[in-house]
């Protein structure tokens, strides 16, 4: 149980206010019965310990996905200054860009009803997944850095996809600030077979239905035309490339961070001024990840294409599978937002939480400028996915961010004790969802009952004004590593 002091702002607005050395109050967004199930756990301590860090602005904030993680809670978000903050690898987290990208097609679940359990066999023949799945692509040293560099680009400039893929991808899919020289050797080689695999743990790819449409005129904009669309949702990150760099950054800030010119409340929360060269190193290392991960997405979606139009067998254009977004939420980012009354550049770390720009915003590719970003929300794997559009109001409140799914409530251990005697994939069967996983120990951690009730945690961001609801996806095939 937490001890530290909550007082209710209004329906969905928590406030830390400062002790000790707190430079800023902590905010969290969430209901009652969410906060009480957030005061049991050490998520609300992380949230005031992200406020002692220097050059931190307005507020430290939590979504209502909040739950414990290494140094941020994971649903955290914090903003520094850019030129007197810090940047924390704990604020970012160690699968570095782990993200979400959504697709959608031109089928009807009327016409792959039958197909969705041969659908997913073949996804889980054609795309490597589970704990250090490797690519049959083994990258050459220079090619990796070029990767590295490139981000998504790479993939699409070797037949991975194409150039619109790119418009539709966040940043485009290329952090600019990455350079491999500040990457170790150990990260290169783990990135080198991973590139086009998804992974394990709570990542997935998902065959997705749309099941009810809340904003016609946004979720035509997105592509989602209709009910009963077909669609497919991709979950994974930078892999143990990212994992790699993450560790290697941590080892170096916690060596150095014995005698830093501020307290550090949690020696998680190791970090580098970013003006100092190592945060720049930081930086650029975190942004190669972010990077590798993006390819990672664009191959993956490319696979899926593929591997749709060879089970079906069907035509691409028969199929129309198409990029409506692709988000991160594993990253720190230099972005600009209105600070006491002028525009402020700030190192937005997102741990856990997704990007979410409101309409005429100048990152927004051209296609969403007058409606807003596309903000993709999974659940878990009995559940399916929300798609939401960013507003006014995070801009304001949040410097641009909601939540970026449902966010656990128990730890894999405790889920692996309450699924005891249980079969996942029946149950999951049960719900007329087809799962396919490299092991029974991975259905069992990533247990639906494992995390919060995702339209709890929507609604919150929905009724806060931070993200508006465009539509539901329901999950009818889920491959997992």
Not at 297 to 308: A, G, S
Not at 364 to 386: A, K, N, W
Request: proline share 4%.
């Amino acid at each position: 149980m937490s001890d530290i002091r909550v007082e209710q702002l209004d329906e969905f607005r928590w406030i830390i206010p400062p002790t000790g050395g707190m430079r800023v109050p902590g905010i969290i967004y969430a209901d009652e019965r969410m906060m009480k199930r957030v005061e049991k756990d050490e998520s609300l301590n992380q949230v005031a310990n992200v406020a002692h860090l220097p050059g931190i602005i307005r507020h430290s904030l939590a979504m209502p996905d909040i739950h414990w993680g290494y140094g941020f809670p994971i649903g955290g978000v914090a903003a520094f200054d850019a030129e007197e903050g810090i940047i924390s690898p704990g604020g970012v987290g160690y699968d570095i860009n782990c993200g979400v990208r959504l697709m959608v097609t031109n089928l009807q679940f009327g016409e792959i009803k039958n197909r969705v359990k041969d659908l997913i066999i073949a996804l889980f023949r054609d795309i490597p997944a589970g704990v250090g799945s490797e690519s049959s692509l083994k990258l050459s040293v220079d090619e990796e850095k070029r990767v590295l560099r490139e981000g998504a680009g790479w993939a699409v400039n070797r037949g991975y996809g194409s150039s619109a893929d790119l418009a539709t991808t966040e940043d485009g899919g290329r952090m600019q600030a990455a350079d491999p020289s500040c990457v170790s050797e150990r990260a290169i080689e783990r990135g080198r077979r991973q590139l086009g695999t998804l992974g394990s743990g709570n990542h997935f790819l998902e065959i997705e239905v749309v099941e009810e449409i809340f904003d016609r005129k946004v979720a035509s904009t997105f592509g989602l035309m209709a009910e009963g669309q077909v669609a497919v949702a991709i979950h994974t990150g930078s892999r143990g490339f990212g994992y790699q760099v993450c560790d290697d950054y941590l080892a170096r800030m916690v060596k150095r961070g014995g005698k830093p010119d501020f307290p550090l409340p949690d020696r998680q929360l190791a970090c580098a001024y970013i003006a100092s060269d190592e945060g720049k190193e930081y930086m650029a290392a975190m942004a190669c990840a972010a990077n590798y991960a993006w390819a990672n997405r664009q191959m993956l979606m490319h696979r899926t294409k593929q591997t749709f139009e060879k089970t079906l067998q069907r035509s691409p254009r028969e199929i129309g599978m198409r990029l409506v977004y692709d988000v991160c939420h594993n990253i720190a980012k230099i972005e600009e937002f209105p600070v006491d009354g002028r525009k402020k550049k700030v190192c937005v770390h997102r741990k856990g939480a997704t990007r979410a720009l409101p309409p005429q915003h100048p990152a927004l590719p051209d296609v969403y400028r007058e409606v807003g970003q596309p903000v993709l929300i999974p659940g878990d794997m009995g559940t399916g996915s929300y798609v939401l559009v960013g507003t006014e109001k995070a801009f304001e409140e949040t410097f641009g961010s909601t939540c970026h799914g449902a966010g656990r409530v128990m730890s894999r251990g405790r889920a692996m004790k309450a699924s005891r005697n249980r079969s996942i994939a029946t149950e999951m069967a049960g719900r007329g969802i087809v799962v396919m996983a490299a092991g029974k120990k991975t259905l069992s951690e990533e247990m639906p009952e494992a995390y919060k009730n995702i339209e709890e945690v929507v609604n919150v961001v929905h009724r806060a004004g931070l993200s508006r609801k465009v539509a539901r996806l329901r999950a009818v095939g889920c491959i997992k590593g």
